[in-house]
T-cell receptor, first 115, second 113 residues
Framework: DGGITQSPKYLFRKEGQNVTLSCEQNLNHDAMYWYRQDPGQGLRLIYYSQIVNDFQKGDIAEGYSVSREKKESFPLTVTSAQKNPTAFYLC??????????????FGPGTRLTVT | AQSVAQPEDQVNVAEGNPLTVKCTYSVSGNPYLFWYVQYPNRGLQFLLKYITGDNLVKGSYGFEAEFNKSQTSFHLKKPSALVSDSALYFCAVRDGSNYQLIWGAGTKLIIKP
C-alpha cells in the first residue's frame, strides 16, 4: 500500500514544549512538504525539501524546524518559539517540485493542540 | 502579486443538480492549476490539473474543470452532484517565481438530498 503516513493523528502538548510530527512516504518521491491549515484559510507552506539533506523555508517557517536525512522521512519539529502552534498539520510529497506540474500527495494530517 | 481567489465560502446544491465551484487566479507566465478535495479531518486528495492543451480537463470522481485564460478562471464542475461530494475544495496555482503552490482559502460544498 503506497502512500504517506503521519503520526500521531492527535497530539496534545503543554506550552513551552517542543514536539515532533512524523511524516513517512513510500512513493519514492523526491520532494516533500509541510503545510499548516487553520480554519477558513488555505494551506500555508512551512518547509519543503527537494532532495535528501536539503530543505527550504516556506512562508511561515519561524518557530519550526525540519530534517531530511532519508528520502522517505521528513519530520517537523514545532518549537516553543512558535507563538500559535495549535493547528492541523499536513505533510505532502511529489515526484518533483510543484513547478514541474507534478501533483502533491497528502498524508492524513496531525492535529496539534497546545495548552 | 500572484494569488488565487475562491469567491464563495460555501456552495449549496441539491443532489442530482450540476455544481460549480469557482476559482480565479493571478500569476505571471503560464499557469499550472490544480483542484484538491478534503474530507473532514483528512488530508487533501488530488482531483485534476491543467498544464497545457485542452481547456476542459477531466479528473477523478466525475469532476471536470474549465480553464479560461481571458477570464483567468479555472472553475470546477460536475454534471450531477452526489451527497458524497460534500467536502472542502481547494484551488491552487503554481507560483512562477519559486514554483510553490499558492492555495485558495477553500470552498465548502454541501450537497443536499
Amino acid at each position: 500500500d503506497g502512500g504517506i503516513t503521519q503520526s500521531p493523528k492527535y497530539l496534545f502538548r503543554k506550552e513551552g514544549q517542543n514536539v515532533t510530527l512524523s511524516c513517512e512516504q513510500n512513493l519514492n518521491h523526491d520532494a516533500m512538504y509541510w503545510y499548516r491549515q487553520d480554519p477558513g484559510q488555505g494551506l500555508r507552506l512551512i518547509y519543503y525539501s527537494q532532495i535528501v539533506n536539503d530543505f527550504q523555508k516556506g512562508d511561515i517557517a519561524e518557530g519550526y524546524s525540519v530534517s531530511r536525512e532519508k528520502k522517505e522521512s521528513f519530520p517537523l519539529t514545532v518549537t516553543s518559539a512558535q507563538k500559535n502552534p495549535t493547528a492541523f498539520y499536513l505533510c505532502a510529497s511529489s515526484r518533483g517540485l510543484a513547478g514541474t506540474a507534478y501533483e502533491q500527495y497528502f498524508g492524513p494530517g496531525t492535529r496539534l493542540t497546545v495548552t | 502579486a500572484q494569488s488565487v481567489a475562491q469567491p464563495e465560502d460555501q456552495v449549496n446544491v441539491a443532489e442530482g443538480n450540476p455544481l460549480t465551484v469557482k476559482c480565479t487566479y493571478s500569476v505571471s507566465g503560464n499557469p499550472y492549476l490544480f483542484w484538491y478535495v478534503q474530507y473532514p479531518n483528512r488530508g487533501l486528495q488530488f482531483l485534476l490539473k491543467y498544464i497545457t492543451g485542452d481547456n476542459l480537463v477531466k479528473g477523478s470522481y466525475g469532476f471536470e474543470a474549465e480553464f479560461n485564460k481571458s477570464q483567468t478562471s479555472f472553475h470546477l464542475k460536475k454534471p450531477s452532484a452526489l451527497v458524497s461530494d460534500s467536502a472542502l475544495y481547494f484551488c491552487a496555482v503554481r507560483d512562477g517565481s519559486n514554483y510553490q503552490l499558492i492555495w485558495g482559502a477553500g470552498t465548502k460544498l454541501i450537497i443536499k438530498p
